[in-house]
């Protein structure tokens, strides 16, 4: 009986604390995390991977996002103290888990997270429809992140949906996720489906082809398309490069926080200035935030001035200085080879879908992180996928799934 409710006990909460991340129902997320800690009790966590040089980077990495806020206060450093044990632990759990689940299980909850993924789709959509936001699908909590995350699961399953419906059956399928895309405005789903076409199965002729028709359509709408047109703006702000501002500026603009593009260049140039001032340890985690409102106010008084450092290629010389880069370098970069070499080794068996899944997860990580601001859906992120990717490299016996299947590799 045990062995049964464990698998149920550990996937349900992994699907529930997914569900309280995109819907911000921190709660919910508090207690599937301390349900899977509690399972440390009934499975074997310490595990060789977690001693490997990429878990230790892994936990090195997610300790100054958040343990290093004792440099902000004393109350702060112990809240983000506990939230660093609570992640760690249940992350290690389900990684254990997942990495020595049999093929079918899985098979299914890859499935049952694919499904929960779709019905958060549908709901964004239908929500913003009928609230009236034809477009600029970003007003659901942080629905939008299933956007990036359905593009990684349609390519993953390419061969599953080429084998059901056929090649043009899979190119409907992207070509109809592409639109969605395209009116919701998301610019880094934009980017990441650009990169994970490049990265898919496809001939690499037919990518060469798609590559240039997309580049002269997305020119020629860009061109035509209303200025006023919010996806057009989207658009428009990944081709054209903008004038740099002088900081004097900013302070005269009205409503800045609307903006968002004008606004995240302020904050990360202000992030760039408390580098400069503290360079070894940085300001602690959330920092800058600290810093921010005690130079501008709260979000609402400064005009959006106040806002929270965006990339973590700004926040973190901010808030953990040459230590913390040095941490974050050491952990992209052990992560980047892992990636590379797991690929390089699994492309021999067999040349799936599914076996992309690392490079498809990579181009993500490095995408959100890239502009979005630090959340616990990114500190997962961080750790989940530093955690299964140790595990993969430490024994081929952790985290080998048959890619003849369709499995997860």
């Given at each position: 009986m045990m062995s049964k409710i464990v698998p149920r006990v550990i996937e349900g909460c992994a699907l529930g604390f997914y569900i309280s991340l995109v819907y911000k129902m921190d709660k919910v997320g508090i207690f599937c995390l301390l349900v899977l800690c509690?399972?440390?009790?009934?499975?074997?966590?310490?595990?060789?991977?977690?001693?490997?040089?990429?878990?230790?980077?892994?936990?090195?990495?997610?300790?100054?996002?958040?343990?290093?806020?004792?440099?902000?206060?004393?109350?702060?450093?112990?809240?983000?103290?506990?939230?660093?044990?609570?992640?760690?632990?249940?992350?290690?759990?389900?990684?254990?888990?997942?990495?020595?689940?049999?093929?079918?299980?899985?098979?299914?909850?890859?499935?049952?997270?694919?499904?929960?993924?779709?019905?958060?789709?549908?709901?964004?959509?239908?929500?913003?429809?009928?609230?009236?936001h034809f477009t600029t699908w970003k007003y659901l909590a942080d629905t939008k992140s299933v956007l990036s995350v359905s593009i990684i699961l349609i390519f993953f399953?390419?061969?599953?949906?080429?084998?059901?419906?056929?090649?043009?059956?899979?190119?409907?399928?992207?070509?109809?996720?592409?639109l969605l895309l395209m009116i919701s405005g998301e610019r880094k789903a934009y980017i990441l489906f650009a990169a994970i076409y490049l990265l898919s199965r496809e001939a690499v002729l037919i990518k060469i082809g798609v590559v240039v028709v997309g580049a002269v359509a997305i020119a020629g709408f860009a061109a035509l398309a209303p200025p006023e047109s919010y996806v057009a703006r989207q658009v428009d702000s990944l081709i054209t490069p903008?004038?740099?501002?002088?900081?004097?500026e900013f302070y005269g603009i009205q409503n800045i926080g609307d903006q968002s593009d004008i606004i995240r260049d302020f904050v990360n140039r202000m992030a760039r200035e408390q580098f400069r001032e503290?360079?070894?340890?940085?300001?602690?985690?959330?920092?800058?935030?600290?810093?921010?409102?005690?130079?501008?106010?709260?979000?609402?008084?400064?005009?959006?001035?106040?806002?929270?450092?965006?990339?973590?290629?700004?926040?973190?010389?901010?808030?953990?200085?040459?230590?913390g880069i040095a941490v974050a370098s050491a952990y992209y970069v052990l992560l980047i080879v892992a990636v590379i070499r797991d690929f390089l080794i699994r492309v021999k068996w067999n040349n799936s879908s599914s076996m992309r899944a690392p490079l498809y997860i990579?181009?993500?990580?490095?995408?959100?992180?890239?502009?979005?601001?630090?959340?616990?859906?990114?500190?997962?992120?961080?750790?989940?996928?530093g955690f299964v990717m140790a595990a993969r490299i430490a024994s081929a016996g952790h985290c080998k799934i048959r890619t003849n299947n369709g499995y997860l590799p």
């Amino acid at each position: 009986m045990m062995s049964k409710i464990v698998p149920r006990v550990i996937e349900g909460c992994a699907l529930g604390f997914y569900i309280s991340l995109v819907y911000k129902m921190d709660k919910v997320g508090i207690f599937c995390l301390l349900v899977l800690c509690a399972n440390a009790l009934v499975l074997p966590v310490l595990r060789r991977f977690l001693f490997s040089k990429l878990a230790i980077a892994s936990i090195l990495y997610i300790a100054m996002a958040t343990v290093s806020a004792f440099l902000v206060s004393p109350q702060e450093g112990v809240y983000r103290t506990v939230q660093f044990f609570i992640l760690v632990l249940s992350t290690a759990v389900f990684a254990v888990y997942f990495c020595n689940a049999s093929d079918r299980r899985r098979a299914i909850f890859i499935g049952r997270f694919a499904l929960l993924t779709g019905a958060i789709f549908v709901h964004m959509v239908l929500y913003h429809l009928a609230n009236g936001h034809f477009t600029t699908w970003k007003y659901l909590a942080d629905t939008k992140s299933v956007l990036s995350v359905s593009i990684i699961l349609i390519f993953f399953y390419e061969d599953w949906i080429s084998r059901k419906w056929s090649r043009t059956g899979f190119y409907v399928a992207i070509v109809t996720l592409l639109l969605l895309l395209m009116i919701s405005g998301e610019r880094k789903a934009y980017i990441l489906f650009a990169a994970i076409y490049l990265l898919s199965r496809e001939a690499v002729l037919i990518k060469i082809g798609v590559v240039v028709v997309g580049a002269v359509a997305i020119a020629g709408f860009a061109a035509l398309a209303p200025p006023e047109s919010y996806v057009a703006r989207q658009v428009d702000s990944l081709i054209t490069p903008k004038r740099e501002m002088q900081i004097g500026e900013f302070y005269g603009i009205q409503n800045i926080g609307d903006q968002s593009d004008i606004i995240r260049d302020f904050v990360n140039r202000m992030a760039r200035e408390q580098f400069r001032e503290s360079p070894i340890l940085g300001l602690g985690a959330t920092g800058y935030q600290s810093w921010s409102r005690a130079n501008f106010g709260l979000a609402t008084d400064s005009r959006g001035l106040a806002m929270n450092v965006h990339g973590e290629i700004n926040r973190i010389p901010a808030e953990g200085g040459v230590i913390g880069i040095a941490v974050a370098s050491a952990y992209y970069v052990l992560l980047i080879v892992a990636v590379i070499r797991d690929f390089l080794i699994r492309v021999k068996w067999n040349n799936s879908s599914s076996m992309r899944a690392p490079l498809y997860i990579l181009s993500f990580l490095m995408i959100y992180a890239s502009v979005e601001a630090l959340d616990t859906f990114m500190l997962e992120l961080i750790l989940l996928f530093g955690f299964v990717m140790a595990a993969r490299i430490a024994s081929a016996g952790h985290c080998k799934i048959r890619t003849n299947n369709g499995y997860l590799p």
